[in-house]
């Protein structure tokens, strides 16, 4: 590719990537539930009428597979709105993929589960809001999600699936991880992502509502790595995942394991996307309807757009540790500081690291605002379409 | 385990071939553990019905020139049991 430097577009291309190993297919935007910490775009609703349809998914995860895919996330929303899953599963699975139905199990029932067996499917992960009734119904918007999910739970174990069971936790619900924990033995989960919940999406708007003070985070992680020592001396296979949040870190994530090197999603109407997040970015991304997926990956200015350090601004330029972290989290820096070529202010040696101190002495005091859900009505707000 | 056990994976994984790896791959819930090529090789004959000491048969006839693989292969079934890949059929 040449004249890239007169789009102002960085004059190396193409830069050195790896395969998209990890295809996530996020199917729709619908859910009956309005997770308060939904990583889904704010302004989901203006896309919901321009949904792929069979024959396009297919022929993404065909081109997806060529370039090496072999994991395969269907996603949404949720996924289970989609009516012909079903079909999709069946020839994910025929071309090689490893696929995972990631769920929160509302819409599911004992036929669905036995059929998406046949039809090839590898693995269920089942979310949770919480594990308190009260709590997680408030949370999902929902009077009967709970008992649904450990209904399906059940259901998924009981049908020799696999089965991840994750629990996104906040100010709400961490304080009960004790008792999250031993759900997920009681459930015979095989893994168990406690993911602290990152502020993407509609986490952001809710962010002063759900984040954990330092002390509530410490105990949780006290508490998970005890049972970590319990559960491995009785030979128990359960693993535990405790996803740290970066607003307590002094170093920023490695997002993504790089911005365009293993990790490509597809959100409902065809946009790719080098993190589920980044939709947010003032930065032009393909749509699979117009472009192939080899032509997305390897050339498209979206997906070479952090590639590299040559968009590194100081503190990161310099840095020792660029390697490490390649700078952290684009969509954190946007957010935060309005310009995504900044360093993630998680980073101490960011000029703009006040910030996150900040949401911290705001996660000692009481929430002032009441959690904003994310559904339709909520989301027109933020569609200026 | 021992020689005469037989070894089954795991049904928390799956086992294939990545063209775009070049390699044999487990797969697990978002997850692949990229095989070498002697794991790899000796993972393809775990299948649930053969015991250690066949799938050593096998290898050495396939190898001839290798000076026996016994130990290489016990060595893999240990650690391969150890993570978890395989576990043992109860006959």
């Known amino acids: 590719m040449s004249g890239g430097a007169c789009q102002g577009l960085p004059a190396s291309l193409p830069k050195t990537h790896g395969q998209p190993l990890w295809l996530l297919a996020e199917l729709t935007y619908k859910c009956p539930l309005q997770c308060p910490y939904c990583s889904n775009p704010k302004d989901f609703a203006g896309f919901n009428d321009n949904e792929l349809s069979t024959d396009e998914w297919v022929r993404v995860f065909e081109e997806g597979r060529k370039l090496g895919a072999v994991q395969l996330g269907f996603s949404g929303g949720e996924p289970l709105v989609r009516q012909d899953l079903d079909i999709l599963i069946r020839e994910a699975r025929q071309m090689g993929y490893y696929t995972n139905l990631i769920t929160s199990g509302v819409g599911l029932n004992e036929r669905k589960v036995e059929s998406f067996r046949d039809a090839g499917l590898d693995h269920i992960q089942v979310s949770f809001q919480a594990s308190d009734e009260t709590v997680n119904n408030m949370l999902a ?36 991880i004790d008792r999250i924990i031993e759900l997920c033995i009681e459930l015979e989960a095989d893994y168990v992502e406690l993911a602290t919940c990152q502020y993407y999406g509609w986490a952001f ?7 954990p003070t330092r002390a509530q985070l410490e105990r949780a992680e006290r508490i998970t790595n005890e049972y970590r020592v319990k ?24 997002c993504m394991n790089g911005w365009g090197q293993v990790f490509l999603t597809v959100t409902p109407d065809g946009q790719a996307l080098p993190c589920h997040s ?49 700078g952290g989290c684009h969509c954190q820096a946007y957010m935060l500081t309005g310009d995504a070529t900044n360093a993630d202010p998680v980073c101490s040696k960011s000029e703009h690291h006040d910030l996150i101190l900040e949401a911290r002495a705001e996660a000692e005091l009481p929430a002032t605002e009441p959690l904003l859900f994310r559904n339709e009505r909520n989301s027109r707000v933020f569609y200026k379409g | ?20 790896q070049q390699a044999h791959v487990l797969l697990y819930p978002e997850g692949m553990v ?56 109860l006959s």
């Not at chain 1, 491995?232 to 002094?250: C, M, N, R, S």
């Not at chain 1, 939709?279 to 050339?299: A, G, H, T, Y």
């Open chain 1, 141 to 176: 918007g929902s009077a009967k999600a709970f008992q649904q999910k450990l209904k399906m739970a059940r259901e998924v174990k009981a049908q020799g699936y696999p089965m991840v069971l994750n629990f996104v936790t906040h100010r709400h619900n961490i304080d009960q």
């Open chain 1, 205 to 211: 708007e809710n962010r002063q509502q759900l984040m």
């Open chain 1, 231 to 254: 559960l491995a001396a009785q030979g128990h296979p359960i693993k535990l995942i405790f996803v740290t949040p970066d607003y307590y870190e002094e170093r920023p994530k490695a």
């Open chain 1, 278 to 326: 980044a939709r947010m970015l003032p930065i032009e991304f393909p749509n699979v309807r117009n472009m192939s997926l080899q032509k997305i990956w390897d050339e498209s200015p979206g997906f070479n757009h952090f590639r590299g350090d040559d968009w590194m601004q100081e503190p990161c330029r310099s840095c020792d540790e660029k390697d490490k972290d390649f």
């Open chain 2, 1 to 20: 385990m021992d020689i005469n056990a037989i070894p089954a994976l795991e049904s928390m994984f799956r086992f294939q071939w990545e063209e775009a």
């Open chain 2, 34 to 89: 990229k095989l070498n090529g002697p794991a790899g090789e000796i993972l393809s004959f775990v299948d649930g019905q053969r015991t250690v000491a066949g799938i050593i048969a096998l290898l050495n006839a396939k190898y001839p020139d290798a000076g026996g693989v016994d130990e290489d292969v016990m060595a893999f079934m240990l650690d391969a049991q150890e993570q978890r890949w395989i576990c043992q059929v």
